[in-house]
């Protein structure tokens, strides 16, 4: 009996298992939508061609790749929240946490806003499942009918009014900080804006940062953009780094997604790295230093890119090619090798719990 218990799931397995199954079913949709806008933007940064305004058969054509990327990218967050939940509670969850996704989305709270979405979409259904208790005839009206209604009522209700609201506060409060800091020292305020980029990858505090960093390009001041943009280029270019370098510590679909990582990376789509998060949070903190290292640096060595621009093209534009390819790289390097430790001490400690469930299995 003793053995038995100590093979049982903890809860906080059932929580890995739930964000690598969110992962299992985002990867792809990033790397069809990332890669087709991927491919555009980099036509377009490579030929100097304005998509938009061409008419040219074959720049509608890779204009449309960029709109169907776009499309992929759009869902990404609904497939977080719906596939989260669904690791959690099962099919029931789908429903209320694609919604859920949506306006995680919307509001603009990013992938971590979608995830916290997922979460309480999974417990929520899980609950309502194990305690709704209805008549034999009517059993099939929950999963049907009261998950979807009241699931995802409560769920968005939540989201929108005591986490939605405060998110909004806050990055209001945010873009008006970093204004007030514009005028202070240059090294730290590029420092800041570079770790606000890199720690929610297009959620609500990434987005303060480039909001003000595009609001004081307009008044000619172009560190800030700079130091931003360089940011959105570290995580998932140094977490695709780490993918080659440590590949024996991802798996297969992971390895894949690196390689999509980087290429998203080198056009300023810092989207690939979000899957990396999901299945390690605390890659969280290395993405955060990693950019701000870059940031603070491209700022200290006053290699500025006088155009809001990202990737390649604002390696190309920089006053200073080098000394701007060396930021970048610093940043990088640390994202590589601190994603390779963190990811390695993972695997062994998953490695050690199948070998100790594989003994425990064999003595029974």
């Not at 997922?118 to 099939?140: C, E, H, Q, T």
């Not at 609201?165 to 305020?189: H, Q, R």
Request: charged share 10%.
């Amino acid at each position: 009996m003793a053995l038995l218990l100590k093979t049982k799931k903890t809860e906080i397995d059932r929580l890995r298992e739930a964000l690598m199954t969110g992962v299992s079913y985002m990867i792809p949709v990033i790397v069809a939508g990332g890669m087709l806008l991927a491919f555009g933007s980099l036509f377009e940064t490579l030929t100097g061609v304005d998509l938009k305004e061409s008419n040219s058969f074959l720049a509608q054509i890779i204009n449309d790749l960029k709109i169907f990327g776009l499309y992929g990218l759009t869902l990404l967050f609904p497939v977080i929240a719906a596939f989260v939940g669904f690791g959690l509670a099962g099919k029931p969850a789908i429903a209320p946490g694609l919604m859920a996704g949506m306006l995680a989305r919307d509001m603009q709270m990013g992938f971590l806003g979608a995830l916290l979405g997922g979460l309480m979409v999974g417990y929520l259904v899980r609950w309502m499942l194990a305690n709704i208790k209805l008549p034999k005839d009517f059993r099939s009206l929950l999963p049907m009918v009261i998950i979807p209604l009241l699931g995802t009522a409560i769920v968005l209700f939540v989201m929108k009014y005591i986490v939605g609201y405060p998110l909004i506060a806050l990055n209001t409060g945010l873009e008006n900080w970093l204004v007030d800091m514009s005028g202070g020292n240059k090294i730290l305020m590029a420092a800041v804006l570079g770790a606000m980029v890199g720690f929610d990858l297009g959620g609500p505090i990434n987005k303060a940062a480039i909001t003000v960093s595009l609001g004081l390009f307009a008044q000619g001041i172009y560190e800030p953009v700079t130091a931003s943009h360089i940011a959105i280029m570290v995580a998932p270019f140094g977490i695709g780094v780490s993918t080659i370098v440590a590949k024996k510590y991802y798996t297969k679909e992971l390895q894949d997604n690196g390689r999509a990582a980087m290429m998203m990376s080198c056009v300023g789509i810092s989207e690939g790295a979000i899957p990396f998060i999901l299945a390690n949070p605390a890659l969280i903190v290395i993405n955060t230093i990693g950019s701000a290292i870059a940031a603070s640096m491209v700022i200290m060595f006053d290699s500025i890119v006088e155009a809001p621009a990202a990737g390649i093209l604002a390696l190309v534009l920089s006053s200073n090619f080098f000394l701007y390819l060396i930021s970048i790289a610093s940043g990088v390097v640390f994202v590589a090798l601190g994603t390779s430790v963190l990811m390695k001490r993972q695997y062994m400690k998953n490695q050690a719990m199948e070998e100790t469930q594989s003994k425990y299995t064999e003595s029974l």
